[in-house]
């Protein structure tokens, strides 16, 4: 079974092709089309390596590792709480308080940093929850098929179809306000459009050679889906589970922002719900709100590098394009000039 997994595996996306690397690209620089002495990139023998040597992912990492050390050392950085009144009502940006104050007097800076720390906790347990589900309804719906393959796509789809934003603000204002409420509302909502990505991945390599070996072999189902499907679906999972840490972020600030959140957390999304309701947009007091929104944006543009990186990574067709971009930025090479025999 080991030959016949080597052999269908490498046809698949983000897999290293049989005999080499770079052994079926062997013909995208056009037998040699770039100048004497340019170097290819070649596709990387796995999706860590070539994320670890990817300047996107790179980039993207730095600043999600930044807002995690922030949130972190928020409780050392500013042991008080950060709720409380320390200055002047709407005092702009100054040496004492880097971020200005609130129309309250609570400083900006301390319940940005604080706020990281819900924030990222909502993001990444939604996300991590979320992927979770979808890869268990994905892979059973595709391994098992009939009749569970029906069930779980009509379930799957009846979730799809149900609107996100009513569905979140009804559930959110009927349910006991809380982090624990906010996670599974967004658990809730978040699960299905991942669990059909995954599904359709699975339903592709269950139909290979060698998953049918290992039915022939007698393997549990559980052990084929996990070690036999789901090792080759790495790309795939990560780029779901990156978007949903995205949804989670986004829709726990646009919850609270409504002020269907427990506004007695600090968080991003309560920060800029505080910020409108104490009127900072009209007051002009622009430090009170940039600060959490620019915090949200950065978070979801590092994730979307991150994201971007696999696709270059995995993706055959973007490492073509990469490949063509070398060839047009690599200069010319002069020919070596033929040397001069010596004389008798």
Same mark, same amino acid.
């Given at each position: 079974?080991?030959?016949?997994?080597?052999?269908?595996?490498?046809?698949?996306?983000?897999?290293?092709?049989?005999?080499? %690397?770079?052994? $079926?690209?062997?013909?995208? *620089?056009?037998?040699? +089309?770039?100048?004497? !002495?340019?170097?290819?990139?070649? %596709?990387?023998?796995?999706?860590?390596?070539?994320?670890?040597?990817?300047?996107?992912?790179?980039?993207?990492?730095?600043?999600?590792?930044?807002?995690?050390?922030?949130?972190?050392?928020?409780?050392?950085?500013?042991? *008080?709480?950060?709720?409380?009144?320390?200055?002047?009502?709407? #005092?702009?940006?100054?040496?004492?308080?880097?971020?200005?104050?609130?129309?309250?007097? #609570? *400083?900006?800076?301390?319940?940005?940093?604080?706020?990281?720390?819900?924030?990222?906790?909502? !993001?990444?347990?939604?996300?991590?929850?979320?992927?979770?589900? @979808?890869?268990?309804?994905?892979?059973?719906?595709?391994?098992? @098929?009939?009749?569970?393959?029906?069930?779980? $796509?009509?379930?799957?789809? &009846?979730?799809?179809?149900?609107?996100?934003?009513?569905?979140?603000?009804?559930?959110?204002?009927?349910?006991?306000? !809380?982090?624990?409420?906010?996670?599974?509302?967004?658990? &809730?909502?978040?699960?299905?459009?991942?669990?059909?990505?995954?599904?359709? #991945?699975?339903?592709? /390599?269950? $139909?290979?050679?060698?998953?049918?070996?290992?039915?022939?072999?007698?393997?549990?189902?559980?052990?084929?889906?996990?070690?036999?499907?789901? %090792?080759?679906?790495?790309?795939?999972?990560?780029?779901?589970?990156? =978007?949903?840490? /995205?949804?989670?972020? +986004?829709?726990?600030? @646009?919850?609270?922002?409504?002020?269907?959140?427990?506004?007695?957390?600090?968080?991003?999304?309560?920060?800029?719900?505080?910020?409108?309701?104490?009127? =900072?947009?009209?007051?002009?007091?622009?430090?009170?709100?940039?600060? $959490? @929104?620019?915090?949200?944006?950065?978070?979801?543009?590092?994730?979307?590098?991150?994201?971007?990186? &696999?696709?270059?990574?995995?993706?055959?067709?973007?490492?073509?394009?990469?490949?063509?971009?070398?060839?047009?930025?690599?200069?010319?090479?002069?020919? =070596?000039?033929?040397?001069?025999?010596?004389?008798?």
């Amino acid at each position: 079974m080991t030959t016949s997994i080597a052999t269908t595996a490498s046809t698949l996306p983000g897999e290293t092709p049989a005999g080499g %690397p770079g052994a $079926s690209f062997g013909t995208l *620089d056009g037998g040699t +089309g770039l100048p004497p !002495g340019a170097s290819v990139r070649r %596709p990387n023998r796995s999706l860590l390596h070539g994320l670890l040597t990817n300047k996107k992912a790179m980039t993207g990492a730095a600043i999600l590792f930044i807002f995690i050390a922030l949130a972190l050392l928020a409780p050392v950085l500013y042991p *008080d709480n950060p709720s409380k009144i320390t200055g002047m009502a709407s #005092q702009e940006p100054d040496a004492e308080f880097w971020l200005g104050t609130t129309a309250k007097g #609570q *400083d900006v800076l301390a319940l940005t940093i604080h706020g990281a720390r819900s924030s990222l906790f909502v !993001g990444l347990t939604v996300g991590f929850a979320s992927t979770f589900i @979808g890869i268990l309804v994905g892979l059973a719906s595709a391994y098992f @098929g009939r009749f569970i393959d029906e069930a779980l $796509s009509l379930t799957t789809n &009846v979730f799809l179809l149900l609107p996100g934003l009513p569905l979140l603000v009804i559930l959110a204002a009927f349910l006991p306000p !809380g982090l624990g409420t906010v996670i599974l509302v967004l658990v &809730v909502t978040g699960w299905a459009g991942s669990a059909r990505v995954l599904r359709s #991945q699975a339903l592709s /390599i269950r $139909s290979k050679d060698f998953v049918a070996a290992a039915v022939v072999t007698g393997e549990r189902p559980l052990r084929i889906m996990f070690r036999e499907i789901l %090792p080759n679906m790495a790309s795939i999972v990560m780029g779901t589970l990156l =978007a949903c840490i /995205i949804y989670g972020i +986004g829709a726990q600030a @646009g919850l609270e922002f409504l002020g269907l959140g427990d506004v007695s957390t600090v968080s991003w999304g309560n920060n800029l719900y505080w910020a409108g309701n104490e009127g =900072a947009l009209l007051t002009g007091s622009w430090w009170v709100f940039v600060p $959490s @929104g620019l915090c949200i944006a950065l978070v979801a543009f590092s994730l979307s590098l991150i994201n971007y990186a &696999v696709d270059e990574v995995t993706n055959p067709r973007l490492r073509k394009i990469q490949l063509r971009k070398i060839r047009k930025t690599k200069p010319a090479s002069k020919p =070596a000039k033929p040397r001069k025999r010596a004389s008798a």
